[in-house]
């Protein structure tokens, strides 16, 4: 009977699926397929090179580097050794990668290139445990000190080596896998404080790839498009992971800034995406329309409103009532403009998939209107990616869906959410004080807050420690606030600030396309979109925005002063996560200068503000 692990089931694939396509990626730049027979024996090449080296059951091996076929040729190999796979993202700074890599006690490291590598060989003192990097790319560096530093191919060289002089030695390797053996230290993205080292077990990952099997219907002949960073757990194991246990194919993008082309050219059935970049692919789309013919914008407008209502009747009245009013109109809006749309994401798509954040509501609308099923789940690196999802059948929209088969949710007094179930984590590397207050009893204690409805989906709210309690003593949910800018053509991102002071304040970055179309539309001449931020067309319209939101939210909710910044958060400027979310404390506190120029100097408990130019919002 096999075992319950990611190495058997890909070894399984290997032998019963050989001459089906395992993966695409970009060759001379065309997409060519790798059958699994081929996916296979570079693994089992990796694994011997790694055996060869001398990696041991249970050490850590790194790998920093963009998403690529290596990286999940690394993976399998490492965890096909018995080793454990360590995910460091190729955007961190030298002192964190040094941090992580000496935290795992990692004795090899996969960097993507000379660049990546030098990240750790230029430390005044190099990680006591590391001692071979394989780099994927590029020319060795110069000067390695006491680590062995070796190409890819040179890995698969002795890979060769090893294999015919120990035929058996992978396989003995493989068949001591057990699926309560550790297999990745994951640390967390680090919005707040020190990143800790989340150890996910052989079994957490299985269990989520079964329970996410049983929900929603993978076959074979999916094909999804990986473009997500394989460092982050969602996308480890809802592209990677969920691909070799259903058997699709993954193809991977050339970067983020290439997935539209990269969409047309593989044509996916399944798209594994974050909010941020549908709602990105929202406002391009809108753009586009606001830049068309009048008349063929009135068609695109009837078009959705029609879209609109025929789903509102739906879910009122039924499919048949609906069909009975809308069938025919539907087909004409389809034809003219839904399947237009439908096509720049490659025709075939069927199912799109968002978690790491909150999905805003307009985006999801839009796409399920023009015939998209976008479902919405949520989860942390701590269980394993998703705890709750939603389905095509069952789409309960401003939910993340019920809890996945086989894991229990519960809300604590506090309204914290609670998770219990086969992938939640078995602790914090090396920190028991940590695993101690976020495991009770078995319950994962997720640090978010949230609701049951009452048919059983599950609603999120904030992030605990990210309520703002104002001076006046009201909780405010800045992300509940944030959420109702995304998706504004104008707004690229917000941070909502006020704790412990009389009123709530934000900061705004402009959409760098939005913002530019905006000025061409109103004649504003500029050089840089940076000097959009100071512009008073711009201002007005920024206020009149955040006084509409305003108007939905409680007085004490209310955004009473902001600020536009010139340049917009980033992932190279620490300012966002690998998923794109804020990293609030960061930017809190990159920024404290300016959100505190917005109150007066009494209201900052002795703190003198620094002058700079903002703006009131109207209430």
């Known amino acids: 009977m096999a075992k319950e692990t990611m190495v058997d089931v890909f070894w399984q694939r290997v032998e019963n699926n050989s001459a089906r396509p395992a993966i695409m990626h970009k060759v001379d730049g065309v997409y060519q397929p790798v059958i699994w027979r081929e996916h296979g024996r570079i693994v089992e090449l990796v694994a011997c090179g790694l055996l060869n080296f001398g990696l041991k059951k249970d050490d850590k091996a790194s790998i920093m580097s963009q998403s690529r076929p290596q990286w999940t040729w690394a993976d399998i190999a490492i965890l096909s050794c018995g080793g454990v796979t360590v995910p460091v993202y ?11 890599v000496g935290h795992s006690d990692s004795v090899v490291l996969f960097a993507e290139n000379e660049m990546q590598a030098k990240k750790i060989l230029d430390a005044q003192e190099l990680p006591k445990s590391l001692r071979l990097i394989v780099l994927f ?33 992978l396989q003995e390797r493989i068949a001591d896998v057990k699926p309560n053996n550790l297999a990745s230290i994951v640390y967390t993205s680090g919005t707040t404080g020190v990143p800790k080292g989340v150890m996910l077990l052989h079994s957490n990952f299985y269990s989520v790839c079964k329970m996410m099997t049983e929900l929603i219907g993978f076959t074979q002949d999916d094909l999804s498009l990986s473009f997500l960073p394989l460092s982050h757990v969602y996308e480890r194991v809802g592209g990677q992971f969920l691909a070799i246990y259903q058997g699709l194919v993954m193809a991977y993008a050339e970067g983020m ?36 013919p009048k008349p063929q914008q009135y068609l695109v407008r009837w078009a959705l ?22 069938k025919g109109e539907l087909r004409v809006a389809d034809k003219l403009v839904f399947s237009k ?29 023009i015939g998209f099923s976008m479902v919405e789940g949520y989860g942390l690196t701590e269980t394993s990616a998703p705890i709750s999802c939603n389905t095509p059948e069952d789409n309960e929209r401003g939910t993340v869906g019920k809890p996945i088969p086989g894991v229990q949710v519960k809300i604590a007094p506090d309204g914290e959410i609670m998770a219990k179930g086969p992938s939640v984590f078995a602790g914090y590397y090396k920190n028991p004080e940590a695993t101690k207050e976020a495991l009770n009893d078995g319950w994962f204690l997720t640090g978010d807050i949230g609701e049951i409805d009452e048919i059983g989906h599950l609603r999120i709210k904030d992030r605990k420690k990210d309520i703002i309690i104002t001076a006046g003593g009201k909780h405010v949910a800045p992300q509940y606030i944030e959420n109702l800018f995304k998706g504004e053509g104008l707004v690229s991102n917000i941070l909502v600030y006020g704790d412990r002071r009389k009123y709530i304040t934000a900061l705004i970055t402009l959409a760098p396309d939005g913002a530019t179309a905006f000025a061409k539309r109103n004649g504003i001449q ?32 209310r955004i009473k002063k902001y600020t536009i910044l010139e340049h917009d958060f980033s992932a190279e400027t620490n300012e966002l996560t690998p998923t794109f979310k804020v990293k609030r404390k960061v930017v809190t506190e990159k920024y404290k200068g300016i959100l505190d120029s917005m109150y007066d100097a009494e209201d900052l408990h002795g703190e003198l503000p620094k002058t700079v130019s903002q703006s009131s919002a109207g209430n």
Not at 143 to 160: A, H, S, Y
Not at 308 to 321: H, M, N, S, T, Y
Not at 352 to 366: I, K, L, R, T, Y
Not at 527 to 537: C, M, P
Request: contains cysteine; hydrophobic residues 35%.
């Open 526 to 557: 500029f050089k840089d979109v940076s000097e959009l931020a100071s512009n008073e067309i711009v201002k007005k319209e920024i206020d009149a925005l955040v006084s509409a939101k305003n108007d939905i939210l409680a007085n004490f909710e």
């Open 305 to 326: 409103s029609l879209g609109q209502r025929a789903k509102k009747l739906k879910k009122e009245e039924g499919f048949d009532v609906m069909q009975k009013f809308y």
């Open 257 to 292: 800034e290439t997935v539209p082309k990269n969409i047309m050219e593989v044509r996916p059935t399944i798209l594994n995406g974050v909010p941020r970049f549908y709602e990105k692919a929202y406002q391009r789309i809108q753009l586009q329309i606001r830049t068309m």
């Open 341 to 369: 749309i439908r096509a720049r994401f490659g025709g075939r798509l069927r199912i799109m998939v968002s978690g790491a954040a909150p999905m805003p509501e307009d985006v999801q609308s839009f796409f399920e209107t």
């Open 137 to 169: 790319d590029g020319d060795l560096p110069a000067n390695t000190g006491d680590v062995r530093c070796i190409k890819w191919d040179e890995l698969l060289k002795d890979g060769e080596k090893y294999l015919a002089e120990h035929q058996t030695g």
């Open 90 to 100: 190729p955007t961190l700074s030298p002192i964190e990668v040094q941090y992580l």
